[in-house]
């Protein structure tokens, strides 16, 4: 889910060069350019191995938006990449109005600092005539929102995040089916017992190395951050803090999984595939015992290339505890995507039209359900399709109460840079928890500014 300034550092050229060889089309065509008897619409997104729900949906909003508009092409530019590669790669391609697209596929931590790079462009006139945006929470309505209070995009879900565990795997260690930890030591502990009494077998996964990017910054180091007394920005100050005890406390766990071989070993660890390979191999077949990770997952269990008829009764889901059980005594995380309308779109209206299409009732529907979404239009929430969709719903839509957002500040991508340095420095046993998070503060303060930071209280 970290970028800086790359499209400032990348040439036109190689952008071309990149969006010819990053991507594949549905249909031929520039952005938002004149074509044969009409205008072509460039949908730029995210596909890989384990995610291919969107393009699903988006083929078939497609052929319906080609079909009710004769004349306009949508052209589908799927990006198979990772998500930090899904995000060099759009950069690349709003580096150029002749490759920018008109629809972008954008995660909402990145919306204040694209629209402020001017990549997104503000949709709050179409919403206006929108009648189905009074469907949509007001979470997810802020979830949009720029610097400037205008909104860059249009929520298509949000999530959460727990801790998946191998039923099968635990009773074979002696550990109990309906096993919830109430702190940090409870995970160490059945970690420990899994390494010792069940061979070949990862005892916890925990995303850690900067090739994963915002995954690790997320899932891994905020799931601990969130679960202390500290935190990384106070909203009430707004200003960034340093000297953080919990800081070095959710580093310290990492180098208690890595020094007691608790984790992934490191070249999986830091591989850039590390997301699809646990979600596609190492849970389904049996090598991960625990893994903290997102409320997604299952969605590539249930059909397509990845089913596994068996998640669902072979999987257990706890609650991410905190560190010592204390204040809520659990903690999650929630983000979530837009569809956005690209700044430099020749027909901004004909992209916004097909922004509702894609998240009409009906295509939420099957986004929410298909990619296990906790959905945010109100009239899809409780409908029974959803509701009787996905036996994990129930468990993680209970997260939401327990759960943090990130600082919606246009710096926060450098800085979840700078952590995703910091706990890979400490996986690798290139810096001690003390000397990382140290680091960690001189870098904080240099992309915000001393002014901008303030020590723990």
């Known amino acids: 889910m970290r970028r800086s300034g790359i499209a400032a550092l990348i040439a036109v050229t190689g952008a071309a060069l990149a969006l010819a060889g990053c991507s594949s089309s549905s249909s031929s065509g520039e952005s938002g350019s004149a074509s044969a008897g009409g205008s072509t619409l460039t949908i730029a ?25 004769p004349g306009v092409t949508v052209n ?25 697209p008109d629809v972008i596929y954008e995660d909402t931590f990145q919306v204040m600092s694209d629209a402020a790079a001017g990549y997104l462009l503000p949709i709050d006139d179409y919403l206006a005539d929108w009648s189905d945006w009074a469907q949509f929470q007001d979470a997810a309505k802020k979830a949009g929102l720029g610097v400037d209070g205008k909104t860059y ?3 298509m879900g949000t999530d959460t995040r727990g801790i998946y565990f191998n039923k099968t795997i635990f009773q074979q260690a002696g550990l109990p089916t309906d096993w919830q930890p109430t702190s940090w030591d409870d995970i160490l502990s059945a970690a420990r017992t899994i390494k010792e009494k069940v061979s070949d077998v990862t005892p916890l996964s925990i995303v850690s190395g900067k090739a994963a990017g915002e995954a690790t910054t997320m899932q891994g180091f905020e799931m601990l951050l969130y679960g202390t007394d500290s935190t990384l920005y106070d909203e009430d100050t707004q200003k960034w803090v340093t000297g953080s005890k919990g800081f070095t406390d959710a580093l310290t766990f990492y180098k208690t999984v890595a020094d007691e071989n608790l984790g992934l070993p490191l070249d999986v660890a830091l591989d850039a595939n590390v997301q699809s390979r646990v979600a596609t191999d190492l849970i389904p077949n049996g090598k991960v015992a625990m893994a903290i990770d997102g409320s997604w997952l299952p969605g590539g269990w249930i059909e397509g290339d990845n089913a596994w008829p068996d998640w669902d009764t072979t999987l257990g889901f706890a609650k991410m505890p905190t560190q010592d059980g204390a204040g809520a005594g659990f903690t999650s995380m929630s983000g979530g995507w837009l569809l956005s309308v690209g700044a430099q779109t020749k027909d901004p209206e004909l992209a916004m039209k097909f922004i509702e299409l894609a998240l009409n009732k009906e295509n939420s529907l099957t986004y929410d359900t298909t990619n296990s979404q906790i959905a945010v239009r109100d009239d899809v929430a ?39 340095a910091a706990v890979e420095s400490v996986v690798t046993g290139d810096a001690t928890p003390e000397q990382a998070a140290s680091t960690y503060d001189e870098g904080l303060s240099n992309i915000v500014g001393p002014e901008a930071t303030e020590s723990e209280k």
Request: cysteine-free; aromatic content about 14%.
């Open 45 to 69: 997104y995210q596909k890989t191995s384990s995610f291919h729900q969107l393009d699903d949906v988006l083929q078939t909003v497609k052929t319906d938006f080609e079909s009710a508009n």
């Open 76 to 100: 589908l530019q799927p990006i198979e990449a990772e998500q930090d590669q899904y995000f060099t790669k759009l950069a690349l391609m709003n580096g150029s109005k002749d490759t920018a």
């Open 153 to 155: 995009g249009v929520s």
């Open 382 to 420: 409780k409908d029974d399709a959803y509701l009787n969709y996905n036996a994990s719903f129930e468990f993680f839509s209970g997260l939401v109460q327990y759960t943090h957002f990130r600082p919606a500040t246009p710096d926060y991508s450098q800085i979840s840079s700078n952590i995703q």
